[in-house]
């Protein structure tokens, strides 16, 4: 090929997939962290209640999640190219059409249903696929950067959101979020490739000649037999229902709660809602800096030890919320922004190692698509929850105590996760799975993707 992968050539294509993919991310999840800032205006014109508005967002948030594991499934057989394109185009349609809506039936169809399921395939397990396709070096990096940059564009996004619907009506935020994704994906469908052997070049990282380098071709079985397939085989064992149920409450804690309602909640104790989105977006900051953290130290700890850290302070950090909010930001809200912020998704890294580690490099986009959709359940009953307690209670008290709870519980579920033959993985020796597609696969013991 007259080229080597540590060449630039390897490193420029490879980052350019990488960058389109964080673009996609960014985009698809601009109007789901847009929900928040949303929902008052929204409620003030219609006349709607908060429970209302946050069943619509839960069964955004739901749809979201449990579309993930297929949606994996859906990347590995047809590719990021078309599938990631398609849904950025059916995103800008539907964020389009929320301007001219009248009645919550079509709040639920818009925000939940149609934008909840085509975000689903552009979520995280996007980020996991690509870069297991792209990258042997850096992976966990990669990954963390992947996690962290998504994270730290929605919630970049909500100052602008909160200004234009604050000045210009909410109409307009949701048309820039229309126009942003039908420009993504003009640039995905002209950047993107399914697999750098596809342009002839191989994984950054992986040695000429490796299982890495070998091209591979996509499974022969439909996504919808492969995702239950791959459920029916790991859900045999607990490390699966471990990651499961602990992801469960990361969701609950960080989109279903803080992201859905801590404008609102801040709003109740007197703060401006472009002051809270601002401080939201704070978070995402500090979030990418504490991501791509947890995705180098997943590369060297044992990433059960750091889940259950992460589950741990972050409870503790919830239980001080209601107390730090006022209608100005005191000194130890603050805190809690810089503190919650490197904490927000420094969950995923670890997860996605556990679930590569203990499963197997093949299968291990599908079990964390699972994996997210337990992630996004718990986001869609977080918000559900909060959002009821609002309203019976006129406090969002019980909702930040019980998240504390649950983070805690999560922290010494992780302690029951037993440690993988290989942990942590380091980036450029993870096992490679075998290349056998059959044309019909009796056992679901024998499907096998890349």
Known sequence: MGTTPGTPQYARRALL??????????????????????????????????????????????????IAPFAAALLERYGPRRVVTIALLVVGAASALTTVM???????????LVIGTATGSTALVLGAIVANRWFVARRGLVTGVFSGANATGQLLFLPAIAATATNYGWRWSAAIVAVLAALTAVLVWLFMRDRPQDIGLIPFGAAPGSPEAA?????????????????????????FWALMLTFFVCGWSTNGLVQTHFIPAAHDHGMPATTAAGLLALVGIFDLVGTIASGWLTDRVDPRLLLMAYYALRGGSLFTV???????????????????????????PPTVALCRSHFGLAHS?????????????????????????RTADGTYRTAWMSAGVLCVIAAFLCLTIPRSPAAPVPADHLPTPPTRYPDDVDDPEELTFT
């Open 215 to 239: 091209p591979a071709p996509p499974p022969a079985v439909s996504p919808v037999r492969a995702a239950l397939s791959v459920l029916r085989t790991s859900s045999r064992t607990w490390v």
């Open 102 to 112: 009248t009645s919550p039936w079509q709040l639920w169809l818009l925000w939940g």
């Open 322 to 348: 209601h107390s730090l909010l006022a209608p100005g930001v005191e000194p130890g809200m603050w805190v809690f922004i810089i503190f919650y912020g490197l904490d927000w998704v420094a969950t995923v």
């Open 365 to 389: 986009g599908i079990v964390f698509g699972w994996t997210y959709a337990a992630h996004m359940v718990g986001a869609g009953l977080g918000a559900s929850f909060a959002g009821w307690i």
């Open 17 to 66: 997939v990488a960058a389109v993919t964080l673009g996609a991310l960014v985009a698809s999840a601009a109007f789901r962290s847009s929900t928040g800032v949303l929902m008052e205006p929204i409620e003030s014109e219609f006349g709607w209640s908060r429970a209302t508005t946050a069943g619509a967002v839960s069964l955004n948030l739901v749809l979201f999640g449990c």
